[in-house]
């Protein structure tokens, strides 16, 4: 269960989110939809620890998020950010990258489960060992995609995954997150299509209430 | 062989050169450069008289407070020059320094060179000096490699954070970068010394009337000994200075 209680969040000195009150339960898929700039990215960030509200309570699994609490609440959390410029070489690299942390040690997979995963979302296996500057925007938010389902968290925390699909491939991605049952899921997106096929979407104006 | 004064301002006659062809060329660096070379000039005058002093009057305790007060001269230098505030970094560097002299120089002058005193002027204050003015330079780019990498790569940083990561583990890389760009020149060094350039120890050795397989002996020590300090407080200072420059939640303060 993640909860917002009247959360104020400010960007950059800024304002961007007033009194946001929201819930999902365990399972449940939500989607944030909003125009460039109104704050969706940062309500992901605040649920992560990376900027600390103005006034109100977040709450994870009963647990009110603070200091103590968020090394917690991030080992939960799959998160795939808006911004993929990774100083990595190669997919391999990026793949392999989180679990060195401690926390995904012991969740390591084969490179068959790695390569049947990047099937469900149309990637070919040979795109494991090429170098991230030769395969396209798309082509990392699916190999970012599969990462999320490979880190095996009960939280995925998706900043934007389908903006450079194309509409068959955000199908593809659509369906792959369908088949991730039991996990809660909080989306930033500006897709319709995308959107529509979340258990519930949450209207972000530039300064909300909900 | 000792330089006479007369000798010694001949010297400067090798300045007119480079006046030359720097007032030719209007670089508007005569000046500049008259002045520095006359500060360094006076400087180390200066410093000859007060070490002279030092090592005649060669008191341990003495000598100790003027490393001490190198090593917070040093600190500040390192605050100054990576523009980092001085609550984040000065006490973690003056920590590290003196950390690594102690670990190291003190390693060195009562192991190695097995002194009946560690603190005698002539070994203790040149190469505490030695190592300090390394140290200062792997600091600076130690500190500003690390602080400017995490603000650069924060994608990477809020990734690692993210999916995982223990704020140490999220730093990792930046400690890593942090220590390879540091090193790289003093790796460099070593590798080309004797080939392409006689490193300034052994120059000053010889032309100070030792044997070259003397001299040699210990700047091959003073090399080791400027790369372990030098790694040492950079590993010490990123991590003392992290403590102050991140949040409990392992975000950056501004």
Sequence with gaps: MIEFQNISLSYENKEVIRDLSFSIKPGESVCLRGSSGCGKSSVLHALLGFITPNCGKIFVEQRRLDSNSIQHIREQVAYLPQDLSFPFTTVKELIDAPFKFKANRLKKHSTEVIFSTFAELGLEANIYSKNLNEISIGQKQRVMLALMKLLDKEILLLDEPTSALDPDSVVLVINFLKSLSGKTILAVSHDELFAQHFDKVIHIKQINSI | ?254
Excluded at chain 2, 207 to 218: D, F, N, R, T
Excluded at chain 2, 242 to 253: H, M, T, V, Y
Aim: aromatic share 12%; charged share 10%; hydrophobic share 55%.
């Design chain 2, 1 to 254: 062989m000792d330089i006479s004064y007369p000798q010694f301002f001949l010297g400067f006659v090798l300045l007119l050169i480079p006046v030359y062809f720097l007032q030719y060329y209007k670089t508007g660096l005569v000046k500049d450069t008259l002045f520095a070379a006359g500060r360094m000039t006076g400087q180390l005058f200066l410093i000859g008289l007060y070490l002279e002093y030092l090592f005649r009057l060669n008191s341990s305790l003495i000598n100790l407070i003027w490393v001490l007060v190198m090593i917070v001269i040093t600190a500040f230098t390192v605050v100054k020059r990576t523009n980092l505030s001085l609550k984040t970094v000065f006490l973690p560097v003056s920590m590290a320094i003196l950390l690594s002299i102690i670990l190291i120089a003190g390693f060195f002058l009562n192991f190695v060179l097995q002194l009946n005193s560690m603190f005698e002027a002539r070994y203790f204050i040149p190469i505490c000096g030695m190592i300090l003015g390394n140290m200062l330079n792997a600091c600076v780019i130690s500190l500003s490699a690390y602080y400017s990498g995490i603000k650069r790569e924060k994608t990477l940083y809020q990734f690692s954070l993210g999916n995982g990561a223990t704020p140490t583990e999220a730093q990792h890389y930046f400690i890593r970068d942090a220590l390879i760009k540091s090193l790289n020149p003093t790796i460099a060094t070593m590798a080309v010394m004797g080939l392409i350039a006689l490193p300034g120890t052994m120059t000053g050795q010889i032309l100070g009337g030792s044997s070259p397989s003397i001299a040699i002996k210990y700047q091959i020590m003073i090399m080791i000994v400027i790369f372990a300090a030098s790694v040492i407080s950079v590993v010490i200072t990123i991590l003392l200075s992290s403590r102050n420059a991140f949040s409990k939640s392992g975000i950056l303060k501004k």
